[in-house]
Nanobody, 121 residues
Framework: VQLQAFGGGLVQAGGSLRVSCAAS????????MGWFRQAPGKERDLVASINRSGGNTYYADSVKGRFTISRDNAKNTVNLQMNNLKPEDTAVYLC???????????????WGQGTELTVSS
């Protein structure tokens, strides 16, 4: 599966943004999908994950209550709605596909290119 993330940009603190990831191929629904982020000089962290059906989700503590992951298996897309953004959310956001929910970085087999989010204070 090939993944392409888009939707990043510059947002003021407290604002909202949605990033999306489009997948190619007919097997999208067979993958767990995850959103990771990597800030400059920091490790890549799992932000949110969603299981194959979309019925189960995982969030990192730092984004719980602010971010929502969703997927549309008919459209081969996974979205990350980000609300009440903070400067510390500034990072490159990457979508990934893998077999294990929620998994960790090493369990995701396919990666899209990143889309950059900058949150200004």
């Amino acid at each position: 599966v090939q993944l392409q993330a888009f939707g990043g940009g510059l947002v003021q603190a407290g604002g909202s943004l949605r990033v999306s990831c489009a997948a190619s191929g007919r097997t999208f629904s067979s993958y767990v999908m995850g959103w990771f982020r990597q800030a400059p000089g920091k490790e890549r962290d799992l932000v949110a994950s969603i299981n194959r059906s979309g019925g189960n989700t995982y969030y990192a503590d730092s984004v719980k209550g602010r971010f929502t992951i969703s997927r549309d298996n008919a459209k081969n897309t996974v979205n990350l709605q980000m609300n009440n953004l903070k400067p510390e959310d500034t990072a490159v956001y990457l979508c990934a596909a893998g077999p294990v929910f929620p998994g960790d970085e090493g369990m995701y087999s396919y990666w899209g290119q990143g889309t950059e989010l900058t949150v200004s204070s």
